[in-house]
Every structure is written in structure tokens, then in C-alpha cells.
């Protein structure tokens, strides 16, 4: 849990940080929370059009 509490931390310090979104994502697909997962893909899909890369 400290690694994902280190990437939020990370992630709210620099919302545009594509790279920790992604790693928080994976973090929460290894330990089975698929609708966490979820909903930063979705937050990932805003940041990555906001930043013109879709």
C-alpha cells in the first residue's frame, strides 16, 4: 500500500504525470481492484487529451 499511496501522492502533486497514473493503474490491476483501475484509465484519458497526446 505504500507504493500506491506514494503514487497518489505523486499524482496530486503533478496531475499531468502520465507515467505515475500509469503505474498507479497496474498497482491496482495486480491487487484485484479492477473499478479503481477503472476510473484512472479514465482520469489517465483526460490528462492525455489535455496534454493534445490522443
Do not use: K, N, Y
Not at 8 to 22: F, G, N, V
Not at 23 to 35: C, Q
Amino acid at each position: 500500500m505504500r507504493r500506491r499511496d506514494a503514487l497518489r501522492i505523486l499524482i496530486a502533486a503533478d496531475p499531468l504525470d502520465t507515467d505515475s497514473r500509469e503505474d498507479l493503474i497496474r498497482w491496482h490491476e495486480l491487487h484485484g481492484e479492477h473499478d479503481l483501475a477503472e476510473s484512472e484509465r479514465a482520469h489517465l484519458r483526460e490528462t492525455r487529451a489535455a496534454l493534445g497526446l490522443d
